[in-house]
């Protein structure tokens, strides 16, 4: 069974502090541990496919995804509510974490 110990592993467009923050926001939502698994598993899929960090994937990179993820065991689109709840790009600009 996963645990916060045993979490997917990092990739190199989902990793650091936007992969710290999505633990941490849900666990603070209250997902269990095997969710928290699965969105992260499902979000680093979806970086690795765009060859780009979740924080700067579009609705187009979002488009072309999805079709190829109709057996996925995640609700994908849930993973892609918690994508668009992120700030605006140009948010990050201003200090990387929206924070002036």
Known sequence: ?????????????????L???MVDDLR????AKRT????????????????KSP??????????????TETAEVDNRQVIN???ALPPENDKQSGGDGKQ
């Not at 990092?10 to 502090?17: D, R």
């Not at 609705?59 to 999805?66: A, H, M, T």
């Open 55 to 68: 924080d700067l994937i579009r609705e187009q990179d979002v488009r072309r995804y999805l079709p190829l």
């Open 28 to 31: 603070l939502a209250g997902k």
């Open 36 to 51: 928290v698994y699965g969105y992260l598993r499902a979000v680093r899929k979806l970086a690795d496919f765009c060859q």
């Open 19 to 21: 992969f710290r923050k």
């Open 1 to 17: 069974m996963p645990t916060y110990e045993s979490l997917p592993a990092e990739s190199p467009y989902f990793n650091g502090n």
């Open 82 to 84: 918690w994508l668009f």
